[in-house]
């Protein structure tokens, strides 16, 4: 029989087939193989009573690895605009992680109502200038959550970020009810509590939507240094004017990427960021 894993808690994993849900423990095998099963997989059971073994994991579309969720087809990467603070560099990251995976990204700035008008707008011109679609939320008030339900048939949706910056307020709102713990922000620490602890696929009309717990740090370091311009988006209509076919936007001369940086046409801080992250990855091949 073949279902979905819609959770996976202490070494048991939930698979859904058709309207029901199987409790399902995995067979060792996958762990020689290096390959556990994730939220998403698509999977193959044998059932003993009520009782099931995975026995296949269907080949994936795509894999993240913070959060641990499989299939995905796109990413809503929330932020807050204030409380906690936005943070561009793991806006960054997080960009480049969906890029590789390929899938469909919307950025949502969600508790617009704690926004002085200086801030958001510095911050919002800097995250246009990249070119992915934006949603403005206050999820709390149920702003901007129908522009959210228009996106997601046909999808399965994780709801990614940092934490408290208001993911389970959102899918509470999505849902009408309140499916996901939420969590006030910590007063003396001014950042979340780290509500959520798991990945889980919630079937909506049309679609699956995932809730995940929220993160601080993201790893890219194992992004060969081809791939890494691939993930920028709006390098793509440079490349092909660069004086060398295997340019990297770096060292070399004539450059219509960094040409481009000059002009205003590429964001200066993104740009930075793919040098650095360049660096850091050419460093560590070094030292190999
Ligand atoms: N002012 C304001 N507060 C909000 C808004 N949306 C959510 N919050 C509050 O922010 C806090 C954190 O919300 P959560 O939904 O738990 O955040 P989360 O992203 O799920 O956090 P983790 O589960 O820890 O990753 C809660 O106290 C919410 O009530 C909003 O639009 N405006
Ligand atoms: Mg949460
Ligand atoms: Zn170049």
């Not at 205003?264 to 460093?283: A, D, P, S």
Request: net charge neutral; hydrophobic share 40%; glycine share 8%.
């Amino acid at each position: 029989m073949q279902g979905i894993i819609v959770k996976g808690i202490g070494g048991f994993y939930y698979v859904k087939i058709n309207d029901k849900i199987y409790e399902c423990k995995a067979r060792g095998r996958f762990r020689h193989r290096d390959l556990s099963p994730l939220v998403g997989d698509n999977v193959l059971i044998d059932l003993d009573k009520d009782k099931g073994f995975i026995k296949e994991i269907l080949t994936r579309t795509s894999e993240l690895i913070r959060p641990a969720i499989a299939n995905v087809t796109q990413a809503f990467i929330v932020f807050a605009v204030r409380q906690p603070d936005f943070n561009m560099d793991l806006l960054n990251k997080f960009l480049i992680l969906c890029e590789i995976n390929k899938l469909k990204v919307v950025i949502c700035f969600n508790k617009i109502d704690l926004a002085t008008d200086a801030n958001l707008e510095e911050t919002v011109s800097l995250v246009k200038s990249i070119g992915y679609e934006i949603i403005y939320l206050n999820a709390k008030a149920e702003k901007g959550i129908e522009e959210i339900k228009s996106h997601l048939e046909g999808n399965v949706t994780v709801f990614c970020g940092p934490s408290g910056v208001g993911k389970s307020t959102i899918l509470n709102s999505i849902l009408g009810h309140s499916a996901m713990e939420t969590g006030a922000i910590s007063e003396r620490l001014k950042r979340g509590k780290h509500t959520t602890r798991h990945c889980e696929l919630i079937e909506i009309d049309g679609g699956y939507v995932a809730d995940s717990p929220g993160f601080s740090s993201l790893d890219i370091g194992f992004i060969k240094k081809e791939s890494l311009q691939l993930c920028f988006p709006e390098f793509n209509k440079y490349y092909d004017e660069c004086k060398f076919s295997t340019c990297m936007h770096y060292k070399e001369p004539a450059c219509a990427v960094k040409k481009a940086v000059e002009a205003g046409e590429i964001n200066n801080n993104r740009y930075n960021f793919y040098v650095k992250t360049l660096e850091e990855i050419l460093n560590r091949r070094e030292w190999k």
